[in-house]
């Protein structure tokens, strides 16, 4: 090995004396070609160390990099780097320290008055050239891929689909019957490759290596070494179960007699309800592939820990030095996830202080104001050290979303902070009367709301009742909360639409043409047209899957809702689904924009809300129904497109994905089904405060509370009569919108990394969680999606998105572990560490309000009885 350095040293000195002799003769082209030296920088720009490897033992994709770029021709290379800083000059994720690099090579003269000789001047356009076109411009997206694909390795193999629809079933099942339960455990994308590998690699021991054949089809169910791509394909197919069905919020909610009590629902009306939701999003994903997954700005960052876990299951490694760690990747994340896994017992249930951590309020547990300011669980959480529990600490996505998505969530959530404090103490519209920070409905009386007192036996609004009753109040955290909702629709359509309309009007030209080119004879066109990044080009070799196919899709799942609405009494017109469907095709594209690119996710819930309340006045059932259809398309369609991209990334075959999803869509509605009507009979007093096992049904509490809030009282009431000031931020929105599009017209450089629709989605980030929620986060981020990342790079590409996968598998199996150890039969441990977090203001004890209402007239706040809005 000192040899071979020794060997390395002189040819890099040699090519030295080269590259000055070369220059000084003015012959630099003679040295377009492959080098010692360059060979070195090459592979150090790609992540890796020179010295670990030898000469003739290069991994097939760094010796690819290696070829492409010393046989990229300079002014190949220059016009490159020219479209780069023209696409990415206001790109928050494309790093600001390498467009000043490239900005600084393309000023060939400034570049040499630097100290820099014209040697390392060419080397360097060539390199950045060369990784941005031949592999990515992103190095998160170059740490998890391959720039090469080898199509011959096997991927619709008979174990990958096994698998898949195996525990497509068992997650949709687990994940089902833990998503009513708070805290919620979920069968995650990282926890299922760890389940997958080992049956991969089992059915490749046991199984037979023959082909059987039936009929025209042959089947290999043992192909040879179970592949990364048969893995990652199989989690495609399980990725569909990963999110709760959002039908079920109404299936709970209008079947319980803790809410609405519909006694008309029976199986056919779920299932015609649940597989309509489910196949609308399905649908709305291959008419959005344009914008969100061919766009290469669009990364889908939340993938990376998928990606890197699979690479570090299944792809070869080396033990190279990586800022002194030495470690493969799969040690890395099998040391990482069995510390985690034993750590989560200690806040999760040996000393479950360490979870909520107001140490402040221990201090002095009666002290009102201090808990409404620092406490976890009724305050606001300002808290420098508010958690050591890593599901708290991840619960922002830390070591995924980018550093500065965090960062402008995080101010968007301290400004929050002030918002709420403000509008408690300021008792504004009655708020003081009310726990502050909550996200339940309360009557005048400060009782938790009943929406059978005011409702006749079809479920609408009897105003003679309402008026006995009393009006629903929001707490100053669901206030702010649904202002920052309202101003965020507006805003973030504008915004996304100004700053990215030349992607946008590209992805829409496509699909003109495609559209115009249908009816054509002898003219192929392919949803890949009009792209050409990297990861594109790999994927051309592979059929794509028409538009059309789609198509039928929506067209089916159209016709089911027609159905549902049609053939039962669910007091809901047909014209409010098309409704929905031409809405979510306006909006679906600027929200995904803002998914695709930071992290964060807006959903359209609460504006579909506030339009059929005012469409359908007084019906609950109406909005339950459409507002679930909506959200569903938004929510279901985000996920297909982010498996789609992770298909992408994987090279994994389009029409292979779209059998795979289609049929684990189809698993999953039915498995759904099947737990939600066991659980409704099985599991005593579901859905309230004294459920077992703590199955108390916190999302579909928040369902029913805005079926109550927009759909029986109605936004009109509301916004004429009870919170005048929520009708205005939509108008804030739109105006702040203009004031952000001129910052960033007139100050590109300056405002790369501000993004203010995060920032508004900060302030969503309370009611009822808070800021001890993102603080400990914002920690981590900082550390490693920004600091790690900038000066200790290698080590980053390596293990950051391996070490987020592997804390977040570890979270979730020592979850459901410790659920059926010890909480299924709770053993609690007595102690004052477990004791703590139930004691003071802050644990639910004494005061719980800023003012009581028993010292008011009549005992109750708010409009005179009789007089209500």
Same mark, same amino acid.
């Given at each position: 090995?000192?040899?071979?350095?020794?060997?390395?040293?002189?040819?890099?000195?040699?090519?030295?004396? +080269?590259?000055?002799?070369?220059? +000084?003769?003015?012959?630099?082209?003679?040295?377009?070609?492959?080098?010692?030296?360059?060979?070195?920088?090459?592979? *150090?720009?790609?992540?890796?160390?020179?010295?670990?490897?030898?000469? &003739?033992?290069?991994?097939e994709?760094?010796?690819?990099?290696?070829?492409?770029?010393?046989?990229?021709?300079?002014?190949?290379?220059?016009?490159?780097?020219?479209?780069?800083?023209?696409?990415?000059?206001?790109?928050?994720?494309?790093?600001?320290?390498?467009?000043?690099?490239?900005?600084?090579?393309?000023?060939?003269d400034?570049?040499?008055?630097?100290?820099?000789?014209?040697?390392?001047?060419?080397?360097?356009?060539?390199?950045?050239?060369?990784?941005?076109?031949?592999?990515?411009?992103?190095?998160?997206?170059?740490?998890?891929?391959?720039?090469i694909?080898? +199509?011959?390795?096997?991927?619709?193999?008979?174990?990958?689909y096994?698998?898949?629809?195996?525990?497509?079933?068992?997650?949709?099942?687990?994940?089902?019957?833990? !998503?009513?339960?708070?805290?919620?455990? !979920?069968?995650t994308?990282?926890? /299922?490759?760890i389940?997958?590998?080992?049956?991969?690699?089992?059915?490749?021991?046991?199984?037979?290596?023959?082909?059987?054949?039936?009929?025209?089809?042959?089947?290999?169910?043992?192909?040879?070494?179970?592949?990364?791509? +048969?893995?990652m394909?199989a989690?495609?197919?399980?990725?569909?179960?990963?999110?709760?069905t959002?039908?079920?919020?109404?299936?709970?909610?209008?079947?319980?007699?803790?809410?609405?009590?519909?006694?008309?629902?029976?199986?056919?009306?779920?299932?015609?309800? /649940?597989?309509?939701?489910?196949?609308?999003g399905?649908?709305?994903?291959?008419?959005?592939?344009?914008?969100?997954?061919?766009?290469?700005?669009?990364?889908?960052?939340?993938?990376?820990?998928?990606?890197?876990l699979?690479?570090?299951?299944?792809?070869?490694?080396?033990?190279?030095?990586?800022?002194?760690?030495?470690?493969?990747?799969?040690?890395?994340f099998?040391?990482?996830?069995?510390?985690?896994?034993? %750590?989560?017992?200690?806040?999760?249930?040996?000393?479950?202080?360490?979870?909520?951590?107001?140490?402040?309020?221990?201090?002095?547990?009666?002290?009102?104001d201090?808990?409404?300011?620092t406490?976890?669980? #009724?305050?606001?959480?300002?808290?420098?050290?508010?958690?050591?529990?890593w599901?708290?600490?991840?619960?922002?996505?830390?070591? !995924?979303?980018?550093?500065?998505?965090q960062?402008?969530?995080?101010? =968007?959530?301290?400004?929050?902070?002030?918002?709420?404090?403000?509008?408690?103490? !300021?008792?504004?519209?009655?708020?003081?009367?009310?726990?502050?920070n909550?996200?339940?409905?309360?009557?005048?009386?400060?009782?938790?709301?009943?929406?059978?007192?005011?409702?006749?036996?079809?479920?609408?609004?009897?105003?003679?009742?309402?008026?006995?009753?009393?009006?629903?109040?929001?707490?100053?955290?669901?206030?702010?909360?649904?202002?920052?909702?309202?101003?965020?629709?507006?805003?973030?359509?504008?915004?996304?639409?100004?700053?990215?309309?030349?992607?946008?009007?590209?992805?829409?030209?496509?699909?003109?043409?495609? /559209?115009?080119?249908?009816?054509?004879?002898?003219?192929?066109?392919?949803?890949? &047209?009009?792209?050409?990044?990297?990861?594109?080009?790999?994927?051309?070799?592979?059929?794509d899957?028409?538009?059309?196919?789609?198509?039928?899709?929506?067209?089916?799942?159209?016709?089911?809702?027609?159905?549902?609405?049609?053939?039962?009494?669910?007091?809901?017109?047909?014209?409010?689904?098309?409704?929905?469907?031409?809405?979510?095709?306006?909006?679906?594209?600027?929200?995904?924009?803002?998914?695709?690119?930071?992290?964060?996710?807006?959903?359209?819930?609460?504006?579909?809300?506030?339009?059929?309340?005012?469409?359908?006045?007084?019906?609950?059932?109406?909005?339950?129904?459409?507002?679930?259809?909506?959200?569903?398309?938004?929510?279901?369609?985000?996920?297909?497109?982010?498996?789609?991209?992770?298909?992408?990334?994987?090279k994994?075959?389009?029409?292979?994905?779209?059998?795979?999803?289609?049929?684990?869509?189809?698993?999953?509605?039915?498995?759904?089904?099947?737990?939600? $009507?066991?659980?409704?009979?099985?599991?005593?007093?579901?859905?309230?405060?004294?459920a077992?096992n703590?199955?108390?049904?916190?999302?579909?509490?928040n369902? %029913?509370?805005?079926?109550?809030?927009?759909?029986?009282?109605?936004?009109?009431?509301?916004?004429? =009569?009870?919170?005048?000031?929520?009708?205005?931020?939509?108008?804030?929105?739109?105006?702040?919108?203009?004031?952000?599009?001129?910052?960033?017209?007139?100050?590109?450089?300056?405002?790369?990394?501000?993004?203010?629709?995060?920032?508004?989605?900060?302030?969503?980030?309370?009611?009822?969680?808070?800021?001890?929620?993102?603080?400990?986060?914002?920690?981590?981020?900082?550390?490693f999606?920004?600091?790690?990342?900038r000066?200790?790079?290698?080590?980053? *590409?390596?293990?950051?998105?391996?070490?987020?996968?592997?804390?977040? #598998?570890?979270?979730?199996? #020592?979850?459901?572990?410790?659920?059926?150890?010890?909480?299924?039969?709770?053993?609690?441990? $007595?102690?004052?560490?477990?004791?703590?977090?139930?004691?003071?203001?802050?644990?639910?004890?004494?005061?719980?309000t800023?003012?009581?209402?028993? #010292?008011?007239?009549?005992?109750?706040?708010?409009?005179?009885?009789?007089s209500?809005?």
């Amino acid at each position: 090995m000192q040899s071979d350095e020794v060997s390395n040293k002189k040819d890099y000195q040699y090519s030295v004396q +080269e590259k000055e002799s070369s220059t +000084e003769n003015g012959n630099l082209e003679e040295f377009d070609g492959d080098t010692p030296s360059f060979r070195r920088a090459i592979i *150090e720009a790609c992540g890796h160390n020179p010295d670990d490897f030898e000469s &003739d033992e290069l991994p097939e994709d760094l010796q690819y990099m290696i070829n492409v770029i010393t046989s990229l021709p300079i002014d190949d290379a220059l016009k490159i780097l020219e479209r780069a800083v023209e696409e990415h000059h206001d790109d928050a994720n494309f790093s600001s320290d390498l467009l000043k690099k490239i900005e600084l090579l393309l000023d060939r003269d400034q570049y040499l008055r630097t100290g820099h000789n014209e040697f390392e001047w060419f080397e360097q356009c060539k390199i950045d050239a060369g990784l941005i076109h031949y592999h990515s411009p992103y190095p998160e997206v170059r740490t998890v891929t391959s720039p090469i694909d080898d +199509e011959s390795i096997p991927v619709e193999t008979f174990r990958a689909y096994f698998f898949g629809f195996f525990w497509t079933i068992l997650g949709a099942g687990v994940n089902e019957f833990f !998503s009513h339960r708070k805290p919620l455990i !979920s069968l995650t994308a990282p926890v /299922m490759q760890i389940l997958l590998y080992p049956c991969g690699k089992f059915f490749e021991r046991v199984l037979p290596n023959r082909v059987f054949k039936l009929g025209k089809v042959s089947v290999n169910f043992n192909p040879g070494p179970w592949s990364y791509k +048969e893995q990652m394909f199989a989690t495609i197919i399980f990725n569909v179960s990963t999110n709760y069905t959002y039908v079920a919020h109404n299936i709970y909610v209008q079947k319980l007699k803790v809410f609405y009590g519909n006694d008309w629902l029976d199986f056919g009306y779920e299932v015609l309800l /649940m597989l309509c939701s489910q196949l609308l999003g399905f649908g709305y994903a291959g008419i959005l592939r344009k914008f969100v997954i061919y766009n290469e700005k669009c990364l889908w960052p939340t993938l990376f820990p998928t990606m890197a876990l699979n690479g570090a299951l299944l792809r070869p490694d080396n033990k190279e030095n990586t800022n002194g760690w030495r470690m493969t990747r799969y040690k890395f994340f099998m040391v990482f996830f069995l510390t985690m896994f034993l %750590y989560n017992w200690i806040p999760t249930y040996l000393f479950q202080g360490l979870s909520s951590f107001s140490w402040m309020t221990w201090i002095s547990p009666k002290n009102f104001d201090l808990a409404m300011v620092t406490g976890s669980t #009724s305050g606001l959480g300002l808290n420098p050290i508010p958690t050591f529990d890593w599901n708290i600490i991840d619960y922002n996505y830390s070591l !995924s979303i980018p550093f500065f998505s965090q960062l402008n969530q995080y101010i =968007g959530t301290f400004i929050g902070f002030f918002v709420v404090l403000g509008l408690y103490y !300021s008792n504004y519209k009655w708020t003081g009367y009310l726990p502050m920070n909550s996200n339940d409905i309360f009557t005048n009386t400060g009782d938790s709301y009943a929406v059978q007192e005011i409702l006749d036996s079809n479920s609408k609004l009897v105003e003679s009742k309402y008026q006995a009753y009393s009006p629903p109040f929001y707490t100053a955290g669901n206030l702010l909360v649904y202002g920052g909702i309202f101003a965020q629709y507006p805003f973030a359509f504008a915004y996304v639409f100004f700053t990215e309309w030349k992607a946008i009007s590209r992805c829409f030209k496509q699909i003109y043409y495609q /559209m115009k080119s249908f009816r054509s004879i002898g003219k192929k066109t392919t949803t890949y &047209d009009g792209f050409d990044d990297p990861q594109t080009r790999l994927m051309k070799k592979y059929k794509d899957v028409p538009d059309w196919w789609f198509l039928v899709v929506l067209v089916v799942a159209l016709v089911l809702g027609i159905l549902c609405i049609k053939l039962y009494p669910t007091q809901t017109p047909v014209w409010g689904l098309f409704y929905i469907l031409a809405f979510n095709f306006l909006f679906l594209i600027p929200i995904c924009f803002i998914f695709s690119t930071t992290g964060f996710s807006i959903t359209m819930g609460v504006i579909t809300e506030i339009i059929i309340g005012y469409a359908l006045p007084g019906n609950g059932l109406a909005l339950m129904t459409i507002k679930s259809l909506g959200y569903t398309i938004d929510n279901q369609a985000e996920s297909y497109i982010a498996d789609q991209k992770l298909a992408h990334y994987a090279k994994i075959p389009q029409r292979a994905v779209f059998k795979g999803q289609l049929v684990g869509v189809l698993i999953q509605c039915f498995v759904a089904l099947g737990v939600i $009507n066991w659980q409704i009979v099985n599991v005593k007093n579901i859905c309230t405060s004294k459920a077992e096992n703590k199955f108390t049904c916190p999302k579909e509490v928040n369902f %029913y509370s805005s079926s109550v809030f927009w759909g029986v009282i109605g936004p009109k009431r509301v916004f004429n =009569g009870l919170y005048p000031i929520l009708k205005y931020t939509f108008l804030i929105g739109f105006l702040l919108s203009i004031l952000c599009c001129a910052i960033k017209y007139f100050f590109p450089k300056q405002t790369r990394n501000f993004h203010p629709t995060i920032l508004m989605g900060g302030l969503q980030q309370f009611a009822p969680y808070n800021l001890s929620y993102v603080t400990g986060g914002l920690y981590i981020s900082f550390a490693f999606m920004f600091y790690i990342k900038r000066y200790y790079t290698k080590w980053w *590409e390596k293990y950051n998105y391996v070490l987020s996968a592997a804390f977040s #598998s570890a979270i979730a199996s #020592s979850a459901i572990v410790i659920f059926f150890a010890v909480n299924y039969k709770p053993k609690h441990i $007595n102690w004052w560490g477990n004791n703590i977090i139930d004691t003071g203001v802050d644990g639910g004890e004494g005061r719980q309000t800023l003012k009581n209402v028993t #010292s008011l007239q009549g005992g109750y706040f708010g409009p005179r009885v009789g007089s209500y809005p």
